[in-house]
């Protein structure tokens, strides 16, 4: 099994711009998560998905962030505009679904975003 | 308000020696607990779960215990080997939920 696999690793841009980031998650896995990792904040979730649906999305900045997930293989995270404090480590994570909780979470290697 | 503290000074310890971390949380009550291990440029990695009722947890050379009355975790690293150098997160779960929340981690060196 691959893992989790985002693309891209790394991403710099303006100011502004549209940033796009995606995530496959292991197959047979029904949650997905987006992280953000920062110094000064640690690791944030900013949503999660149960079988493609969102769940809980209270993670989630501001408008300007969106994240989809269109089937059991696939999701995006994007941020419209792109502001210099969005520059930060975005992981994505998948594990089996558990009603009860308490499953490990696999994570993704993570994009690298910089905004200049 | 919710917090979950892990010491932010890096811990540097003898190799061989026991490597333990604590993790206090505060105005949480967590179903279970969950301990991952993160490489410099590398997402974090499962290491192991600890339930409500369950006081310790061992896997090979690592050991947690969970203290519900205190609200603090410990993670223990026995005969530490340099490889075991990584920085380590605790995360708590609320029960019949997916969502983790996560402390800053704290950072182990293990000297040679």
């Known amino acids: 099994d691959a893992g989790v696999i985002q693309s891209p690793r790394h991403e710099v841009t303006e100011m502004g711009q549209e940033v796009t980031l995606r995530c496959k998650p292991i197959?047979?896995?029904?949650?997905l998560f987006w992280y953000r990792q920062t110094m000064m904040r640690g690791l944030e979730l900013l949503i999660y998905f149960n079988n493609n649906v969102p769940i809980d999305d209270s993670g989630m900045p501001e408008d300007r962030f969106s994240a989809k997930m269109p089937n059991a293989s696939f999701s995006t995270l994007k941020i419209q505009p792109s502001e210099p404090r969005d520059s930060a480590v975005y992981f994505c994570a998948s594990s089996p679904l558990d009603r009860n909780g308490g499953n490990e979470q696999f994570f993704g290697p993570g994009t690298r975003l910089t905004v200049l | 308000s919710q917090k979950i503290e892990q010491n932010s000074e890096a811990l540097n310890i003898q190799e061989g020696k026991t490597a333990t971390l604590t993790c206090n949380y505060t105005n949480y009550s967590p179903a279970y607990l969950q301990w991952y291990r993160q490489d410099p440029g590398r997402g974090p990695v499962f290491l192991l779960l600890i339930r409500e009722n369950e006081k310790e947890k061992r896997k090979e050379r690592l050991k947690v215990t969970f203290d519900t009355t205190l609200k603090q975790s410990l993670f223990h690293i026995t005969a530490s080997q340099p490889a075991d150098s990584a920085t380590y997160l605790c995360?708590?779960?609320?029960?019949?939920?997916?969502?983790?929340?996560f402390g800053k981690g704290n950072q182990v060196v293990v000297i040679p």
């Open positions: 197959s047979g896995h029904n949650s």
């Open positions: 995360a708590l779960a609320l029960y019949g939920n997916n969502r983790l929340a």
